[in-house]
């Protein structure tokens, strides 16, 4: 692939996420027996209410629309509720909940209507690219705080992550369970945040794409719960990983109605209006009567993949996740790269996974095992596989 210098500076810093090069080498190999472990897709299907009403909404005049710019009434009613409920702070659909095309737009949306160029955001350590590339886009500078790998998982310190918040600091982005390491955070690390938010003035955004996907059995620690954040929390939701919608491409952020204006604006002149085929659908499976139910089971059913994944790479240097989708392997005990396991991998074992290069600076020692789109049985053979591929 022919490789050009970008011709403009906000490009500069922003590689690729890597998902999409092994992706599309495991599409071109078009081997029904490649493990497809790379990217954030999963087999479990959206909940039967969100596939009635989207074929429903074909034939629907209303639904071809650009309008309301804001998202349908219905869906900000929806996402407003959700985030209220597990929050405990009410939110107004009118003035304090916008949908947006996809949780990541969502983001973008918030950090251009929030992040002065050359301001800092705090991340956490490995993180996904994704996130950290769209800090960099709208002229922010990511600060990261490692997160540390033990036998039971990940962990972030409180204080360390407080501590990182400055005069620099524009915001505070985190993610719970994140992305790609399942590092679940809690109440220990709002209540560090708050103080040093306040003392900053900054803002805290909460991606919450994974928040009840949690193999702990726990709800949600949402940092708007919180009394010392309630006032400086957007939350970015998405109905791509809970809900398994993700070609759906529908997303919602809700906060304080004076940002929450200023991130409207933003997204009527960045990706101007939500997908009108779509909303109504996510707007049922939200507000189902079943909805925690329905989330509750794809998410046992990703642990036992999660777990299937550990006992079979028991013999290999794997941090457990605590949530989510994913899972990573340190390649450093293995004497490799990353990307020399990613190729090994592909080429020797037929298991399509991600070397984490830009993924925050640790990204660099770690390969991403995504679990969510293999059944079990399919993957009952991933330690012959890995012994195939490195031994």
Known sequence: MEVFDMTVSRLREIPGIGVDAVGDAADAAADPALLRLENLDTDIRPPAV?????????????????LPFQGHRSLREAAAAHVGRISGRPY??????????????????TLLATVEPGRE?????PIYAGLVNRVRLAGGIPRFVPAQPTPEGWTVDPERLAAAVGPATAAVLMMGPAM????????????????????????????????????????????????????????VGSASKELRMIGWRVGWVAGPAEILADIRLVGLTNVVCQ????????????SAPDADADVAAATAEWGRRCRTVLAQLADYP????HGGWSLLVDTRPLGLSPAELSRLLFER????????????????SYLRIVFANEPVQRLADLRDRFRRAIG
């Open 275 to 286: 997908v009108g085929l779509a909303q109504e659908a996510v707007a049922a499976a939200l």
């Open 92 to 109: 107004d659909p009118a003035t304090e909940c916008v949908s947006v095309a996809g949780g990541l737009n969502g983001v973008l949306n």
């Open 180 to 235: 790609p390491t399942g590092l679940v955070l809690d109440d220990a690390h709002w209540s560090a945040l708050a103080a040093a938010c306040e003392r900053h003035d900054a803002w805290l955004i909460y991606d919450a794409a994974m928040e009840r996907i949690r193999f702990d059995g726990r709800p949600p620690s949402h940092p708007a719960a919180h009394e010392g954040l309630a006032g400086r929390t957007i939350t």
């Open 50 to 66: 969100a596939l009635e009403i989207t074929r429903a909404a074909v034939d629907r005049d209303e639904a071809n629309s650009y």
């Open 349 to 364: 074992g037929r298991v399509a996974a991600t070397p984490m290069d830009g993924w925050g600076p640790a990204g660099a």
């Open 121 to 125: 955001v705090v991340l956490c350590d």
């Open 318 to 321: 794997v941090v457990r996740p």
